[in-house]
């Protein structure tokens, strides 16, 4: 996918990234919950806290029933009863939100919320009370028909919006057979911005977290980054040995230095590559050079051509030899150069020596190349037209990011299981050692070896209707 990024650094911090959120996310949740069952809580524990209070304000009713009965016995006088008071005001008093019912308050259709039963149970349990039996329900206020005679218990709940609130209705059986005691608790609201608090402190969480996380992995990732640019321009420019500041973790440091050292030891070798290939070229170049003198003095002109010749062609594989050597570390600068130029000059060496080299169609696109290497490997392209296919077509064209130069003949063409093989060196189409006929086999080697310097590759491919098509294709 294109969204994904592509370097270490975008795609560790995209893990973590994701890590972190689903964490917060879950830690969020868990938060949200936690505070939900804190609100459950403290409903429960009201709850609990009215029942047993009701039951300490009823044996202290009965206590007074007992005493009061006893001092009625006593005194008959209505005097004195008028000054005690009539204890069943303080009953109706003590019950206050409690109501009693002889049956269930879960209406018919409701579903009861067995975590509050099972809460109120053990803190009513943890009191030394234990009821026969608890039904727990939660309804809208203004489901409630028995709130609707309670104008106190409606004030508490707000005036403009208590039938929308929810309410907790909890039944409990008594022992004694006087049926439920119901108790009407609301569930207690949740704190203003509550869920905006918790959303904003895990985003806080997260973004300080990233942070962090990245300021680490940039300080791991950008010494690599520079390692990868430094092992990318070497490949392309050997013979510029940079030593690169040693800088990141131990491990990193380690590496750029093992980098530095291999680079080193590449530039050497490539030196002395150097020094050996010139002085293989000379000390071989010289002899040539004395005998093509030497068979001057030949009488025999037909032997004297033929030995001039075989000078040529040993003086010629001499030098494609050096020169796929010498591919890999160029002496020449890249240039901007105009791809149609370039390819038309070629063909109008051919044109001049009077070879059925045609021109086709050209595609001006400027590219920073090495242009006499260029100029090679398409000049090995069209003596291999010519050699094989008796003609050439040439052209360059441009197309999905790549600009490819393209020589066509109409010979025979390679079978396709021998088309990699015809890119090695010495690999040649006809058997014969003759340049006429067969070449050294070596002209495919140095034109891929060029496509490969310039970040191009050569591609072979056979014609439908006869013959090969080379491309040497250069991106753009």
Not at 233 to 262: T, V, Y
Not at 267 to 287: N, Q, R, Y
């Amino acid at each position: 996918m294109r969204l994904l990024p592509k370097s270490l650094l975008g795609q560790v911090m995209l893990v973590l990234a994701l890590g972190l959120l689903v964490g917060q996310a879950i830690s969020g949740v868990l938060l949200y919950r936690a505070a939900e069952q804190r609100r459950d809580e403290v409903a429960i524990n009201q709850i609990a806290l009215k029942f047993i209070s009701a039951e300490e304000r009823a044996a202290e009713r009965r206590a007074l029933r007992e005493a009061f009965r006893a001092e009625r016995q006593e005194a008959q006088s209505a005097e004195l009863r008028r000054e005690r008071g009539d204890p069943r005001r303080f009953l109706r008093f003590g019950k206050g939100r409690i109501t009693n019912s002889p049956s269930s308050p879960v209406l018919a259709g409701e579903a009861r919320v067995a975590r509050f039963e099972e809460a109120l149970r053990a803190t009513l349990a943890e009191q030394g009370v234990t009821p026969k039996s608890i039904v727990v329900t939660v309804r809208r206020a203004g489901d409630d028909p028995a709130l609707a005679r309670m104008p106190r218990m409606q004030e508490r709940l707000g005036t403009r919006e208590w039938s929308s609130r929810q309410l907790i209705v909890a039944g409990i059986e008594r022992d004694d057979g006087e049926g439920w005691d119901i108790i009407r608790q609301p569930l207690p609201r949740r704190p203003d911005g509550a869920i905006r608090t918790i959303i904003f402190q895990t985003l806080v969480t997260f973004a300080v977290l990233f942070a962090l996380l990245f300021l680490v992995l940039r300080r791991i990732t950008r010494p690599l980054a520079e390692l990868t640019t430094r092992v990318s321009d070497f490949s392309k420019s050997p013979d510029q040995a940079i030593q690169l500041a040693e800088s990141g973790p131990q491990d990193m440091r380690r590496l750029i230095a093992a980098h530095n050292a291999m680079e080193k030891r590449i530039a050497s070798m490539l030196d002395e590559k150097d020094v050996m290939l010139g002085a293989i070229g000379h000390d071989l170049k010289t002899p040539l050079a004395a005998l093509r003198v030497r068979i001057e003095s030949v009488t025999d002109e037909t032997q004297r051509l033929r030995m001039a010749q075989s000078i040529e062609d040993i003086t010629r594989t001499l030098d494609d030899i050096l020169e796929l050597a010498r591919i890999g570390r160029p002496g020449e600068a890249a240039e901007r150069t105009d791809i149609a130029a370039l390819v038309a000059s070629v063909v109008e060496e051919y044109e001049d020596l009077e070879q059925p080299v045609e021109l086709g169609e050209l595609a001006r696109v400027p590219l920073p190349i090495r242009a006499s290497l260029l100029r090679r490997a398409v000049r090995n392209l069209i003596d291999n037209a010519l050699r094989y296919g008796k003609a050439a077509r040439v052209s360059a064209a441009e197309s999905q990011g790549m600009v490819a130069i393209t020589i066509e003949d109409e010979g025979p063409g390679i079978p396709v299981q021998q088309i990699e093989a015809m890119l090695e060196p010495f690999q040649r189409g006809e058997a014969s050692r003759n340049r006429q006929t067969g070449g050294a086999g070596l002209g495919l080697t140095l034109a891929r070896a060029i496509a490969l310097q310039h970040g191009g590759e050569l591609v072979l491919v056979n014609r439908p209707g006869g013959g090969l098509r080379a491309e040497i294709r250069l991106p753009l």
